[in-house]
């Protein structure tokens, strides 16, 4: 890339670090501006779920897609992030609940004998039976938003999950298009070897007849040989090749690889790499990767934990009441005069100890600082991996044009070497060098074809799933 988009890195610090933390004078350390009071994301610049965006389809193949679209049901790694997704909503509802009342109930029957020697040689045990039944709440008045900072902080953490989630949907789709790409490389690298194949059998054909007809030298014949057994040699690695890649393929499926077979075993073209692919890339859409979202997001994390440490310094109100009612008898247990009932406001402040709020607080500054080196690392990355990538592809797509025009080459010059060598006008030595530059250079064609859409996918992977 060129031009605006290497002024990302200037405008990182100061355009996208807005979080919820009060400004003070510690801001200066961290950032060129300060923070605002309140730091709210911008929801219209975040990404379509990655299984929207569908930035595969593009590649118009049937297989392709279906292939992603089971892998994003069934992997395991997908679901074992959707449920850390789960839990961490879980969790911030948990944490709102501390906005509410504790309220517990009790009831029981109790019996009981006190001792009438306790006081003196005589005296009569006291017994006594009841009944009782009661209601009593605890609740904590979130009078200086400790509560809030608490929830802010999980909320923040749901969306830091989220991203978590998004960011291995991309990885996924990624991974199953690359290896999708691989497989189809290795069985068209197989349909270039078998049709070789075929052709260097009737040049060895021609070479026998040659010999047997006093016109050429069994060294023409074992030469050919050579070209023929070194091309059926590569036949079984590529076989391999191709059944381990279905079976990578199936691992990210979240299936056995017998149920990949028979669809991916039939060899297929490579998709259309030639797409249109902008070259300026603006900031807004770097945002949408997970990565610089989920770094973000724990960002957000870390200031409302400071927030929550710099809470620990003030008091803390307190509700504490019960309701309840004893008797010894069931039917008076409701009498008005068996009713008790306390309530008790309790205002607690920790006035000393031994500065461990202190240096809490700073621990939490210092995540807080560990947070924007990351969130500006995470960016500065994006811009590199966005930068690589196009760069990676607009290279591929000028090599594929050069190599054409080599295949086209080696082909014309492998059809006037055999004609030249049927009619003695040239030694078999011509014939097979340019055999096997035609075999070598068809195969860096399919390489090539490979390694360009193999750019393209990581191309929508460093934007977080496309365009």
Excluded: C
């Amino acid at each position: 890339m060129s031009g605006p988009k290497f002024k990302l890195h200037r405008i990182v610090l100061i355009g996208f670090l807005m979080l919820a933390y009060t400004t003070n004078a510690q801001n200066t350390k961290y950032l060129n501006e300060p923070l605002p009071d309140d730091w709210n994301y911008n929801e219209q610049l975040t990404a379509a779920t990655p299984d929207d965006a569908q930035w595969w389809a593009s590649l118009g193949d049937p297989t392709l897609s279906s292939l992603i679209t089971q892998g994003v049901a069934n992997n395991y790694d997908l679901r074992m992030a959707a449920s850390r997704m789960k839990i961490a909503d879980n969790t911030l509802k948990a944490a709102r609940g501390a906005y509410l009342p504790t309220v517990d109930a009790s009831a029981g029957w109790t019996k009981a004998q006190t001792s009438g020697l306790l006081y003196g040689n005589t005296g009569k045990a006291d017994r006594t039976s009841y009944f009782d039944l009661g209601l009593s709440a605890q609740w904590e008045i979130d009078l200086f938003g400790k509560i809030t900072a608490q929830v802010k902080a999980k909320k923040a953490a749901v969306k830091v999950s989220k991203a978590e989630y998004d960011a291995a949907m991309v990885s996924l789709s990624a991974q199953i298009a690359t290896l999708y790409i691989q497989l189809r490389m290795y069985q068209q690298e197989l349909i270039v070897a078998e049709n070789h194949i075929k052709s260097q059998e009737r040049v060895t054909q021609i070479t026998k007849a040659r010999h047997e007809a006093g016109l050429a030298s069994g060294l023409d014949v074992d030469q050919s040989l050579v070209v023929l057994n070194s091309t059926q040699a590569s036949i079984p690695q590529l076989r391999n090749a191709i059944n381990t890649t279905i079976a990578s393929i199936a691992v990210l499926e979240g299936v056995y690889p017998d149920s990949l077979y028979s669809v991916l075993s039939i060899a297929q073209p490579l998709p259309d790499y030639s797409q249109v692919v902008a070259t300026g890339v603006p900031l807004d859409l770097l945002r949408r990767r997970p990565d610089v979202i989920e770094a973000e997001n724990q960002l957000a994390v870390y200031a409302a934990e400071v927030g929550i440490a710099k809470r620990e310094f003030l008091p803390t109100l307190a509700i504490e009441g019960a309701i309840g009612t004893s008797a010894h008898s069931l039917k008076k247990l409701f009498n008005k005069q068996s009713f008790t009932y306390t309530v008790a406001p309790t205002l607690t402040w920790t006035v000393f100890d031994g500065f461990q709020r202190t240096y809490a607080l700073a621990n939490a500054r210092e995540e807080m600082q560990i947070g924007i080196d990351d969130y500006n690392l995470t960016v500065l990355s994006a811009v590199q991996e966005v930068d690589n990538a196009m760069g990676t592809y607009m290279a591929a797509l000028e090599r594929i044009a050069l190599i054409d025009e080599v295949v086209k080459d080696a082909q014309n010059a492998f059809d006037k070497a055999i004609d030249l060598y049927k009619s003695g006008l040239s030694p078999f030595s011509d014939v097979m060098t340019s055999q096997m530059n035609l075999l070598e250079y068809e195969n860096e064609q399919v390489v090539a074809q490979s390694s360009a859409l193999t750019a393209l996918i990581d191309l929508y992977r460093s934007l977080g799933g496309g365009y």
